[in-house]
């Protein structure tokens, strides 16, 4: 187990490593010199060329590379252009926000969507089944903007039941922010987790060993919670791990609709500016998150599934 | 004084399809008695598999039972409650499956597994874990202590298979059903689960209904046998008076076919040529006359019935009939 987790790691720094490489590359390639983009039309050729020795763009484009791996190995993240705050202590600061509105969207939504799937599986081929199916297709069809919207509209704006914008003070006050955002992001996530539950359940239920638990006359619940879901539950694991990833690009939606803070308003706000610092720190911690949590997804599949131990 | 465990009485199940009903089972009858060894033998697709899903009542949503009585111990099983059937599933009836790869939940511990299945007994967890560790000691696994901690992967299939073995007998069963428990196995490994289900039934006393389509099995292991054809019986009686004096043409060619009986070595092996009859679509008359090299006129109209022709062998072929008559 500790033999998988060490190579789990090992792998995952290498997978950032090349992430955010390319990524450094990619936001050099964006049209549109960032000085002047900074600086305004108006700015002297000797501030220019100031800014341009500061921010480090007059070396080659190697050597920047290099230097942006050598203050990341010591923590350093650069400076923000505009206010010269620490990287580092923006984008931490807007981490948590970023963070508890993905995992309330997965906990509400994986809750709701494998209990949703169990009792489908259990129950093929009925009304409810078939009432299940179609709610869930229908969550998968809607996209996060859509639903960030129509929520926004309906339950903050005409039935004022939650807040509309901002990120809240306080716990209970943060949770009651936390609701229409992570409703919006959650809801396809329902679907799909139903759907892959539901397949997943009905394929495990049909295998040799469910029917020798029966054989043995384990209690059905037993047989269904623990005998057969646990396997089934093995795929949503990865899902859901992979998954991080979309749900940081709809936390951007909801951050935007909602006017929350937050990491993907951060990114949006300074590519916009060019601020390359701010861009660069925000891709980092993100890029980490997503590569974190399929780690994270596949040690816990290691966890549940004893033959995944063993295989490469 | 013989006592009766199971009697299969006049059973008959079908499966709905889309394409009509298919009759699996058709007029089974047959007894288990205590501590008896009962093999029943046939071709896939005879039944075999849908016989022991109704006895143990885990059939398929589409099954019907539409005649008959599967009697334990002198009470209808078809008739009981689905609570009385759990409270039998793996207390008084068990049963070894086909595929000893597949059997075994893969997440779980062999210990977990053993654990679960003593869910009716009162015993600390540690009493259970000891139990456990003392059947598979007693179906031949080295060191049953620590391969309680292991998962099912960690075993080979032959090892798996005496697992399951020893799961089975955990509860002193009075029936232990084996459905064609060796079919998976190489002819060594066989060999061995053969002799130590011998030892371990002289060791439990429980009977044994054991499923194969390998004769030589069969005729190693039980008491008495029974042949089923297309979801029919065709031949039943003592494992001797079967093989050496079979009355139905399928048991006869049967015999001929198992590779344990060819001694020598022929350009082509001999099968039995033809198909088993469309068991949603079936045909008047005796079911395996299409197959059958000795079929007569009277094959096509009327259904042979499975006439007892001495004490304990009976068999459904118009042929003894004519021995009679002539």
Redo the contacts between chains.
């Keep these: 187990m500790l033999n998988f987790a060490t190579r789990r790691f090992g792998l995952s720094l290498l997978i950032l490593f090349v992430a955010v490489t390319v990524m450094f590359l990619m936001i050099r390639a964006v049209p549109g010199d960032p000085v002047q983009i900074m600086l305004g039309p108006r700015a002297t050729p000797e501030l220019q060329a100031q800014l341009t020795a500061a921010l480090g763009l007059d070396q080659p484009i190697w050597k920047q590379l290099l230097i942006f791996y050598g203050n990341l190995l010591q923590g350093d993240l650069g400076t923000d252009v505009f206010s010269g705050r620490s990287v580092t202590d923006i984008v931490f600061q807007q981490l948590p926000f970023t963070l508890e509105l993905i995992f309330a969207s997965i906990l509400w939504s994986a809750s709701l969507g494998i209990a949703l799937g169990a009792y489908a599986a259990a129950h093929p081929n009925t009304l409810i089944d078939r009432i299940t199916a179609a709610i869930s297709v229908s969550f998968v069809a809607a996209p996060a903007f859509v639903v960030a919207l129509l929520a926004l509209l309906v339950f903050a704006v005409h039935l004022q039941w939650f807040p509309a914008i901002g990120a809240g003070e306080g716990f209970w006050d943060r949770l009651d922010h936390l609701v229409l955002p992570a409703f919006a992001i959650g809801l396809s996530w329902v679907g799909y987790i139903a759907r892959l539950v539901r397949a997943s359940m009905l394929e495990v239920m049909g295998e040799s060993h469910v029917r020798t638990a029966r054989a043995f006359g384990i209690a059905e619940r037993r047989v269904v919670m623990v005998y057969a879901l646990r396997i089934a539950i093995l795929p949503v694991v990865t899902v859901i791990g992979v998954g991080m990833g979309f749900l940081l690009s709809s936390a951007v939606f909801a951050e935007i609709v909602f006017a929350r803070p937050g990491l993907g308003k951060l990114v949006i706000d300074s590519i916009t500016t060019r601020n390359y610092p701010i861009v660069m720190g925000s891709v980092l911690i993100s890029t980490a998150l997503f590569v974190v949590s399929t780690a994270l997804a596949d040690l816990i599949n290691a966890l549940l599934d004893p033959r995944a131990r063993t295989a490469n | 004084m013989t006592d009766t465990l199971l009697e299969i009485d006049h059973l008959s199940v079908d499966y709905e399809t889309g394409r009509g009903d298919l009759k699996a089972l058709r007029d089974i009858t047959f007894d288990v008695n205590k501590g008896e060894i009962v093999g029943i033998v046939g071709e896939s697709g005879c039944g075999k598999s849908t016989l022991i899903s109704s006895i143990?009542r885990?059939t398929a949503p589409n099954t019907r039972f539409r005649e008959g009585e599967i009697r334990f111990k002198g009470q209808d099983l078809l008739q009981s409650s689905e609570r009385h059937m759990?409270?039998?599933?793996?207390?008084d009836i068990?049963?070894v499956?086909q595929?000893p790869m597949?059997?075994?939940?893969?997440?779980?511990t062999i210990g977990q597994q053993m654990l679960?299945?003593q869910?009716?007994s009162k015993q600390s967890k540690a009493d259970k874990l000891a139990h456990a560790a003392k059947m598979l000691g007693a179906v031949g696994i080295p060191d049953p202590e620590a391969r309680l901690k292991q998962?099912p992967?960690?075993f080979s299939g032959g090892m798996r298979q005496r697992i399951?073995i020893a799961?089975a007998l955990m509860s002193e069963p009075d029936l232990l059903i084996a459905d064609e428990p060796t079919t998976a196995l190489d002819a060594t490994l066989e060999v061995q689960i053969i002799e130590r289900l011998q030892e371990l039934q002289r060791e439990f006393h429980c009977a044994i209904l054991f499923i194969s389509h390998h004769l030589g099995v069969i005729a190693e292991l039980c008491d008495r046998v029974v042949v089923m054809y297309a979801g029919a019986v065709v031949e039943s009686g003592e494992v001797r008076e079967i093989f050496h004096n079979p009355k139905h043409p399928y048991t006869r060619r049967l015999i001929e076919c198992d590779p344990g009986h060819i001694k020598e070595r022929a350009r082509v092996l001999p099968t039995i040529p033809g198909e088993v009859p469309d068991l949603a679509n079936l045909p008047g008359g005796c079911i395996f006359r299409d197959r059958c090299d000795q079929a007569m006129a009277r094959c096509a109209t009327q259904v042979p019935p499975l006439d007892q022709l001495k004490k304990g062998h009976h068999a459904a072929c118009w042929l003894n009939h004519e021995e009679v008559t002539t």
């Design positions: 143990l885990l759990r409270d039998l599933r793996g207390a068990s049963i499956f595929d597949q059997t075994h939940n893969p997440v779980l679960d299945i869910h009716r998962y992967h960690e399951a799961m």
